[in-house]
C-alpha cells in the first residue's frame, strides 16, 4: 500500500534507528509473521517506536547476558570458553567481523587460561558499564 509500512518489518526499522527492541515488543506493538498482513501509515510508526522506547522489557538485561552465559559455564565456576563466546557473538544477530571481535575480547575480556576458559561476569560488567 502506497505510503504506508508493513508492520512485518517493524522490528527492522527499530534496529535501523539504533534501537535493539524483541521481537515481544514489536509483536505487541502490531508487527506481522507474514508480509502483506498489515500496514501502517508514517505517523502510527513513529508513535510505535515511541511506545517501545518506554516499554518496560524492550531490551536484554544485564540478569538476560549473565543467564546466557551461565549456560556456557560447564565446570559451574563462573568461566566460559573464549571460542564460546566467539561463536556466540557470530551466530546472533549480525554477524560481527573477526577483527571486530578480536578488538572486542582485548578491551572487554579477561585473558584466557590454559584450558581456553575466561571469567565472564568482569566480561558483562564491562559491556553493559557496571566495570
Not at 9 to 32: E, I, P, R, S, W
Not at 54 to 76: F, R
Not at 87 to 108: H, R, S, T, W
Request: with cysteine.
Amino acid at each position: 500500500v502506497k505510503g504506508e509500512l508493513d508492520l512485518f518489518f517493524l522490528g527492522d526499522v527499530m534496529y535501523a534507528l539504533g534501537m535493539n527492541t524483541t521481537k515481544k515488543v514489536c509483536v505487541g506493538l502490531g508487527q506481522t509473521d507474514e508480509e502483506g498482513k498489515k500496514f501502517a501509515k508514517f505517523d502510527d510508526i513513529v508513535e510505535k517506536v515511541n511506545a517501545a522506547k518506554v516499554a518496560p522489557d524492550s531490551s536484554g538485561t544485564y540478569a538476560d547476558y549473565v543467564e546466557l552465559l551461565k549456560l556456557y559455564d560447564k565446570n559451574n565456576n563462573g568461566t566460559m570458553m573464549l571460542a564460546e563466546l566467539e561463536n556466540i557473538l557470530a551466530n546472533l544477530g549480525d554477524e560481527i567481523p573477526k577483527e571486530d571481535v578480536q578488538k572486542l575480547f582485548a578491551e572487554l575480556c579477561d585473558p584466557e587460561d590454559e584450558d581456553g576458559f575466561f571469567p565472564y561476569m568482569p566480561f558483562v560488567d564491562r559491556l553493559t558499564g557496571k566495570a
